[in-house]
């Protein structure tokens, strides 16, 4: 199982053909979508909970292997990795757990709220794209040593463990970008799936109040 999560503040097509590429290539049962509660590192989400959640849930519908997952906008407090993948390790003791983040995230591992434990919890795989490096020195290099693997099975034959990185498509797409985009009036069409676009428009979420609506 892959385990994607993220603020989808909002979803785009970018988060949707990573998810998509991994359960491809990497032979994944299901991707998981985990719309993140209270993000930790980051400030609060500018769409609640419930317009995050049914823009994930109108992206993904229809797709075979993706599965939307609400917990962490159910739980109290900081939502922390680990914790999460705590609670799907009970839920699932005998499947392997594959925590997918982008190479940025990668980047600041050490950042997060008891990082060495999630090793324990499932792998990580690393959404890799062009522009960012591996590292190969400090902490973080001697992770990759000691846990890196390039080899699919080690993903099925082990429930967790290892770090994989993947290469996936560039597709230069920001949620940031696209709630300036629509506060100032413009159209995110051909951005994220024309459901998602639906919800935005019906809910007026991101636009300023002097706005018109998306034509």
Request: hydrophobic share 40%; glycine share 8%; aromatic share 8%.
């Amino acid at each position: 199982m892959g385990v994607f999560g993220g603020t989808f503040d909002p979803i785009h097509f970018g988060h949707l053909r990573t998810a998509f590429e991994m359960l491809q290539a990497l032979r994944f049962d299901e991707v998981r979508f985990m719309p993140c509660g209270n993000p930790p590192h980051r400030g609060e989400p500018f769409a609640d909970a419930e317009l995050r959640l049914a823009m994930v849930l109108a992206a993904t519908e229809g797709q075979a292997g993706f599965v939307v997952d609400d917990r962490e906008l159910l739980r109290d407090g900081p939502s922390y990795s680990v914790d999460t993948l705590s609670a799907l390790r009970s839920e699932f003791p005998l499947r392997p757990l594959a925590l997918i983040i982008g190479m940025d995230a990668f980047l600041n591992l050490t950042k997060w709220h008891q990082w060495r434990e999630i090793l324990q919890l499932a792998h990580i795989v690393v959404a890799h794209r062009p522009g960012w490096r591996a590292p190969d020195m400090g902490p973080l290099g001697t992770l990759l040593a000691d846990r890196g693997t390039h080899r699919i099975g080690d993903l099925h034959q082990a429930r967790s463990g290892h770090i994989y990185i993947h290469d996936v498509t560039q597709l230069e797409i920001s949620s940031t970008e696209i709630r300036e985009l629509i506060a100032a009036g413009r159209d995110p069409r051909f951005l994220m799936p024309d459901a998602v676009r639906a919800v935005i428009e019906k809910s007026g979420c991101y636009r300023k109040p002097d706005t018109a609506e998306i034509q």
